[in-house]
């Protein structure tokens, strides 16, 4: 449990640091549209890299400074298939003062790194807010149930793996238990929250008193909201990790 709270917490201080890191080069780039120079470049190679069994292209390029000065610089955008191909004409942005730190003129080449990293960055943030916002409408739910809800008695059924969800190479366990509605005669089945360890052994110790009363049925209080059912939660209060 501790291991799930402090990962959705890092999910999403990881998200705030990756989108800050994206928006300060967002900014860097804008300032160096704000100065920049053109010029006409020409692609002179492509530059390979693998990765993963995979090749990527990034191009050379050389272009000249109004002064007459040739600068060649190799682009940061790695594509496949190329961007570009060898001979090819470009547009060059580079700053004035400084012609080395040059760009060619194209979204990838402009904006990728900023895109990319917001991407990455909003898919952490979006996930750890999710899990967090989450917990607390599950919190104000149980917190609700308590105050007003109507405890029943609901047949234990068994404890599963949820092997559907996963943290840090580690899946929770459920509880299930079973309860007939005597105004309906509607079965409902009912699960716990997830439980970050397993809690076989303790279930079996507490509910160990009740097979000599009846025999084969051990239960389980939950709370139900009152004429809906299927607003519940399993109370689990007497597990300790």
Known sequence: MKKFIITKYAL???????????????QNTLRFLETAV?????VIELIRSTSNDSNT?????EFETPNGRSIVF?????????????GEKVEVLFAKNAPND???NGFFSLWGPEAILGLIGA???????SMIAFGLLKGNKIKYLQ??????EATFESVRLNSSFEVNGQSPY???????????????????DNIWFDPSFQLNQQLAGQVSEQVDKRYLTVLIEKGNPKKYHVDISFLTE
């Open 102 to 104: 040059a760009r060619i």
């Open 74 to 86: 190799k682009s940061n955008s790695y594509r496949y298939p190329p961007a570009y191909m060898p």
């Open 57 to 61: 292209f990034a191009p050379v390029v």
């Open 12 to 26: 999403l201080l990881i998200g705030i640091a990756l989108l800050f890191g994206a928006f300060l080069i967002y």
């Open 174 to 192: 459920n509880i299930f238990a079973k309860w007939t509605d005597p105004s309906t005669s509607h079965l409902h089945t009912f699960k716990s």
């Open 123 to 129: 898919g952490f943030f979006l996930f750890g807010f």
């Open 147 to 152: 105050e007003h809800g109507i405890p029943i």
């Open 38 to 42: 053109t010029s006409e470049g020409t």
